[in-house]
Each structure stands twice: as C-alpha cells, then as structure tokens.
C-alpha cells in the first residue's frame, strides 16, 4: 500500500509498511524451514469421562521448537501462520501426525485436531480427511476435529456441508471455545455438531460468584437440548471439577487431569492410566 497525496500521484516509502512486510518474509521464511526441519512437534492433553475417568480422547497440541527463540506456544504463531497462508501445509501435518500417533495407540480412545477455519473453507479439506484416515489405518469415529465459532461466519451453506460430509463419513466435530466467540444459539442448530467445548474462562470464573457459575449451568443443558456432548476445558481445582460434575457436564480438561503430556508418554498412559487418579480423589 502506497500512501497517495493530493495532486499528482507520487509513491512514497514507508518504513513502517516495509519493516512489517519484511518482517512478514521472515517469519514466512521461519515457519516454512520450521516445518522442512521438524522444528513442530505434538503435545497431547487426555480428555476424560467425568464419571468413568476414562481417556475418551486426546486434543493434539502444537509445539515450535524454534531455534533461537526456544519452545513456542501455538499463540505465539498460529496467528502468523494464518496470516501467511502456512496455516495449510503446517495444518495438514498436523492431522496426518495426529491421525498416525492415533492409530497407533493401544485401546480406543480418539484423538481430537484443532483446525482453522482457512483449512475448514478449503475445498480439498474434506477429501484430505478422508485420505490421512485411511492412510494412517484410523477409524473415522475416532477423530474429533475441533472448530471455532469464527468459521460460521463464512458463507453458511459452504460450512455446513462440509460440517455434513466430514460427518458422513464418521468424523466427530467438536466447537471449541463455546461462549468467547459469536456464539448464537441458532449455530448449534443450523451446523451438525457432536460436541461443546465451554471455554475456559467460563471455568477459571465459575466459582467466583459472577454470573458466569450460571453460564456454564445455561451451556451444560444447551450441550442436552441439542443432543451434544459437553466438555469443559481448563479444570485446575477439585472445586472445579465438583461444580462440573453437579452442572452435569460429561467430560473433563485440564491441568488438574493433565497437562498436555509428549507423544511418547501417550500409549504408556492408555495402558496404565494415572498414578494418581486425580478425578477419583474428589469423588
Ligand atoms: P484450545 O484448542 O482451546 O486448547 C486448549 C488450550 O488450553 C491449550 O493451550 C492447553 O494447553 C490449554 N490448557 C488446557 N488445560 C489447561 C488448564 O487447566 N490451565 C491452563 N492455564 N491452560 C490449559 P495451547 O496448547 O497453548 O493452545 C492454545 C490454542 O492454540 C488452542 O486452544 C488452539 O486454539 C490453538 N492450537 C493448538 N494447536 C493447534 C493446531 O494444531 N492447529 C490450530 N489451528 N490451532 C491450534
Ligand atoms: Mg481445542
Ligand atoms: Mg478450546
Ligand atoms: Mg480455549
């Protein structure tokens, strides 16, 4: 973008936007050589029954170990990666990865994938699915792909028919963040979903006497009304996890539980579970 003046039109330089779109080439350039250099990896935080404490899934959880700025958190540049249009090839790693590692694990707990909504409006997305699932050996019940309430605001129709064919072919969608976004209620009626991931900072508030103890009561009984299940994200106390359990909300995330653990650590947890079961200790 050229500033223009008034009269005859002249082009000015301006440092500002050139700073940024240098900047712009590098973290391109950092993001892409990241990925040919397996600079990403996976972390995988369990989801639980909040009755059973069974592993129902995994959320897969990037990671950037980046060479001179150390282990970086997904919010630190899945923006850039959105921005620069890398957020495709970094985003089909990581369901190809996800899918694998899933595949591999002893049981029949699933794997859930955070998808963006420029790979969501992509036309190749849903084939690409259903391509990484037979390739990795996985069953489609077994994947759950997370989306944001951001990608109902695209062209209606588009996004419900890929909502509609991933689930055809067996895929779970969960809609991550509930409550933070545009939320509308008509979105969980007019867009096929499986499950409802109350965000966590209904969670980090419930308890301290706002209104927001209510909300998570209101969205657990939308999860019924619209024959989803609910999930709540961010569980780190007993009392959290105690007020969940009487909101009636079914399945549970968080540090309590556990933090998002290394691939590796996955399978062994599948076999054996917790040393300590930490929702069995407040039962
Ligand atoms: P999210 O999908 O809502 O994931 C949950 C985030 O909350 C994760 O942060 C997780 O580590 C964190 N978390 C879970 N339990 C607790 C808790 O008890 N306390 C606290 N303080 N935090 C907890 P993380 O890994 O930093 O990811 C942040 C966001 O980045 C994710 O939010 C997701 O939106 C995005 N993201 C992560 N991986 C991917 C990916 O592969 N693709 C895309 N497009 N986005 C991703
Ligand atoms: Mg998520
Ligand atoms: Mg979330
Ligand atoms: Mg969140």
Request: aromatic share 8%.
């Amino acid at each position: 973008r050229a500033k223009e003046i008034s009269g005859p039109s002249h082009a000015f330089f301006d440092p500002a936007l050139a700073a940024e779109a240098l900047d712009r080439i590098a973290i391109e350039r950092d993001l892409l050589r990241g990925l040919a250099d397996q600079e990403f990896f996976i972390e995988y935080q369990p989801i639980l029954d909040i009755h059973s404490h069974r592993v129902m899934s995994l959320e897969a959880l990037l990671r950037w170990n980046h060479p001179v700025r150390g282990m970086m958190a997904p919010d630190a540049f899945i923006p850039l990666a959105e921005r620069t249009g890398l957020i495709l090839p970094i985003g089909r790693w990581v369901l190809r990865e996800a899918c694998r590692a899933a595949a591999s694990w002893p049981g029949e707990a699933g794997v859930a994938v955070n998808v963006s909504g420029d790979q969501f409006k992509d036309s190749g997305f849903v084939p690409f699915v259903r391509d990484v699932l037979a390739e990795a050996g996985l069953e489609a019940r077994r994947l759950t792909i997370e989306v944001t309430e951001s990608v109902f605001t695209v062209d209606v129709s588009v996004i419900q028919k890929s909502l509609s064919d991933l689930r055809a072919i067996g895929v779970k969608i969960a809609l991550d963040d509930f409550g933070t976004g545009f939320s509308s209620i008509n979105n969980l009626k007019r867009f096929p979903l499986d499950h409802l991931k109350i965000d966590k900072c209904f969670t980090d508030a419930m308890l301290k006497g706002g209104s927001d103890g209510e909300l998570v009561s209101l969205m657990s009984r939308l999860g019924d009304a619209f024959q989803l299940s609910t999930t709540i994200e961010g569980i780190e106390t007993h009392m959290q996890l105690e007020f969940a359990r009487l909101m009636g909300i079914q399945n549970v995330q968080g540090f309590l539980i556990s933090r998002p653990i290394p691939a590796d650590q996955v399978a062994e947890l599948l076999t054996n579970g917790f040393e300590v079961s930490p929702v069995a200790m407040s039962a």
